[in-house]
T-cell receptor
Framework: DAKTTQPNSMESNEEEPVHLPCNHS???????IHWYRQLPSQGPEYVIH???SNVNNRMASLAIAEDRKSSTLILHRATLRDAAVYYC???????????FGQGTRLTINP | EAGVVQSPRYKIIEKKQPVAFWCNPI?????LYWYRQNLGQGPELLIR????????DSQLPKDRFSAERLKGVDSTLKIQPAELGDSAVYLC?????????????FGPGTRLLVL
């Protein structure tokens, strides 16, 4: 499994964009990059995933570096409900094998 | 569509007592996962089922933990006897199949406190 490095915590303001970085320099060529988040007192929930190209969905955007050694999760307009721990998970087996690190605790100020 | 259901949501027991957690995955999901999440840490996989077969139980402490998934639907995770260090949140998740782009859906978890 690829080793990941994420900031322990980040803080942003409501209605502003948030860029959550993740370094995964040992990622293999076939590993998908998954992002999950965990709101307080809830189980993790899927946010987005990608392989090589940037991806967009209703929740967020995922920007993947050309060498795939890093990626950035982008929340375009943060709300208070986006306060959570965000996990970046490279996985060669997709959802079958998700190895969670400590993630980034995101705080959103009103 | 109902999500992953877990019960109980909270459990407080004394050490050396047994405890069991129940999980009902999303209908039609063949793969079921049990995770343990210690305070301030990410979830750690305990066991993964494909239908009724446990295909990855390498992280399950087999001296005191057991799990079953009879008929390939609901699952039960048991601890006997519980120790103080077992205090954690136990999460259940499911996926429809084995495609690498599948999404795991998690339940709300069972918060266990061992006194």
């Amino acid at each position: 499994d690829a080793k990941t490095t994420q900031p322990n915590s980040m803080e942003s303001n409501e209605e502003e964009p948030v860029h959550l970085p993740c370094n995964h320099s040992t990622i293999s060529g076939t590993d998908y990059i998954h992002w999950y988040r965990q709101l307080p007192s809830q189980g993790p929930e899927y946010v987005i995933h990608g392989l090589t190209s940037n991806v967009n969905n209703r929740m967020a955007s995922l920007a993947i570096a050309e060498d795939r050694k890093s990626s950035t999760l982008i929340l375009h307009r943060a709300t208070l409900r986006d306060a959570a721990v965000y996990y970046c998970i490279p996985s060669g087996q997709g959802a079958q094998k998700l190895v969670f690190g400590q993630g980034t605790r995101l705080t959103i100020n009103p | 569509e109902a999500g992953v259901v877990q019960s109980p949501r909270y459990k407080i027991i004394e050490k050396k007592q047994p405890v069991a957690f129940w999980c009902n995955p999303i209908s039609g999901h063949n793969t079921l996962y049990w995770y343990r999440q210690n305070l301030g840490q990410g979830p750690e996989l305990l066991i993964r089922y494909e239908n009724e077969e446990a295909v990855d139980d390498s992280q399950l402490p087999k001296d005191r933990f057991s799990a079953e998934r009879l008929k390939g639907v609901d699952s039960t995770l048991k601890i006997q006897p519980a120790e103080l260090g077992d205090s954690a949140v136990y999460l259940c998740a499911s996926t429809r199949g084995a495609n690498r782009e599948e999404t795991q859906y998690f339940g709300p978890g069972t918060r266990l406190l061992v006194l």
